[in-house]
């Protein structure tokens, strides 16, 4: 168990597909601790692998304080209600930065346990934008992808700032 850096942006590890799991055991398990790990110390709401350099499948989930750490093992979207929703995010690996995302209000999501359990699952509101979020990372799309490209430059530019400061 450990907490790993964070890839930072603009690294291009966060713009790059994620590999499935296929091996589902003590691997998994420790990657999963150090997931948890990180995302305890950076106090973030969601961290898919990647944000540590680890190009794999796996994402950690706490909506809050407190609250149960959940683990999702290849997560997929089955479906998306054709209802928007929008939600502040940002990301652990531009921090200090934040914008409003629109996004589907509710989703199915199939995924895997850490033991290899097929499931599903909806979420809808918060829960829903985190779980896209974070999904999103794991296909290579970087959530100010899904900016109009006026915010997207601007959040750049204030990052480059931000970087230097």
Known sequence: MAVRP???????RLRQAAEPI????PD??????DLADTLAAVAAIGLAAPHIGVLRRVVVVRLEPGAETRFFVNPAIAWAAPEIASHPEGSVSMPGLRETVARPARVRIAFRTLD?????????GF???VLQHEIDQLDGIFWID???RLKRD???KRHGKLARA
């Open 6 to 12: 964070l890839v930072m942006f603009p690294d291009p």
């Open 22 to 25: 296929g091996d589902f055991g």
């Open 28 to 33: 998994l398990a420790a990657l999963a601790r």
């Open 116 to 124: 290899g359990e097929a499931r599903e699952e909806e979420a809808e």
């Open 127 to 129: 829960a829903a934008a």
């Open 146 to 148: 899904r900016l109009s």
């Open 154 to 156: 601007r959040l750049v």
